[in-house]
């Protein structure tokens, strides 16, 4: 398992870029009409993903797959109740959120993991999270950090990026155990190793989104 999770890692790696938006919030540079259109974009991400990992779960009913995906969704659920209060801090309610028009590029990583729920291995979802999961981490926490340090958002408010910033161990565990399951199952470990480098370029794409067009910092 942890070797498998290393080289997904390291194919990861290879692909790493730098991440323009978060260097242009920690130096204060990212205007307010970017951070409410960060709201909207994540609105429409978090939304999708909840939906993709119910899907999962009825796909893959029986544990360990099935209480993963599940307990997966419902952090979807309490992530997408977080980003209201974001959203409320720059005055925006949900009917403003569901009118926001999304770009694209930055809609390209909830697009592919509804093709991975519909047509991908159990394995292959779960892999991606323990693959990703330390960078992802750090990158929300950093975005809530600049977003309290430089632009004046309470804790509350930044509560969204906080709970994506830790992952409990007690879901690290249970996507250990399904990609066992499903590898046990057959399931091709290439496919997995797969899928967690085009998460990883994905969730890429959208910072790189969330970035044009602004000024380098």
Same mark, same amino acid.
């Given at each position: 398992?942890?070797?498998?999770?290393?080289?997904?890692?390291?194919?990861?790696?290879?692909?790493?870029?730098?991440?323009?938006?978060?260097?242009?919030?920690?130096?204060?540079?990212?205007?307010?009409?970017?951070?409410?259109?960060?709201?909207?974009?994540? /609105?429409?991400?978090?939304?999708?993903?909840?939906?993709?990992?119910?899907?999962?779960?009825?796909?893959?009913?029986?544990?360990?797959?099935?209480?993963?995906?599940?307990? %997966?969704?419902?952090?979807?659920?309490?992530?997408?109740?977080?980003?209201? +209060?974001?959203?409320?801090? %720059?005055?925006?309610?949900?009917?403003?959120?569901?009118?926001?028009?999304?770009?694209?590029?930055?809609?390209? /990583?909830?697009?592919?993991? !509804?093709? !991975?729920?519909?047509?991908?291995?159990?394995?292959?979802?779960?892999?991606?999270?323990?693959?990703?999961? !330390?960078?992802?981490?750090?990158?929300?926490?950093?975005?809530? +950090?600049?977003?309290?340090? *430089?632009?004046?958002?309470?804790?509350?408010?930044?509560?969204?990026? *906080?709970?994506?910033?830790?992952?409990?161990?007690?879901?690290?565990?249970?996507?250990?155990?399904?990609?066992?399951?499903?590898?046990?199952? $057959?399931?091709?470990?290439? +496919?997995?190793? *797969?899928?967690?480098?085009?998460?990883?370029?994905?969730?890429?794409?959208?910072?790189? !989104? %969330?970035?044009? $067009?602004?000024?380098?910092?």
């Amino acid at each position: 398992m942890a070797q498998l999770v290393e080289r997904a890692q390291a194919e990861i790696s290879k692909q790493a870029e730098g991440n323009r938006f978060l260097d242009l919030l920690e130096n204060g540079a990212a205007p307010a009409e970017r951070l409410r259109r960060l709201a909207g974009e994540l /609105y429409r991400l978090v939304g999708s993903d909840r939906r993709s990992f119910a899907l999962l779960a009825s796909r893959f009913a029986e544990p360990p797959a099935g209480d993963l995906f599940l307990a %997966m969704a419902e952090g979807e659920a309490q992530a997408l109740r977080l980003l209201l +209060d974001f959203a409320a801090a %720059m005055g925006l309610g949900e009917p403003e959120l569901r009118a926001y028009e999304p770009r694209p590029l930055a809609q390209a /990583y909830p697009a592919y993991l !509804t093709q !991975t729920a519909l047509f991908g291995a159990s394995s292959a979802v779960a892999l991606a999270l323990l693959a990703n999961v !330390t960078e992802s981490g750090a990158t929300y926490a950093r975005v809530a +950090d600049a977003l309290r340090s *430089r632009y004046g958002f309470s804790e509350n408010a930044v509560g969204h990026f *906080r709970f994506f910033a830790e992952t409990p161990q007690s879901l690290l565990d249970a996507a250990e155990a399904t990609v066992a399951a499903g590898l046990a199952l $057959g399931e091709n470990p290439d +496919d997995a190793v *797969r899928t967690a480098r085009m998460v990883s370029a994905y969730e890429a794409a959208f910072w790189a !989104t %969330m970035a044009e $067009g602004l000024d380098e910092a």
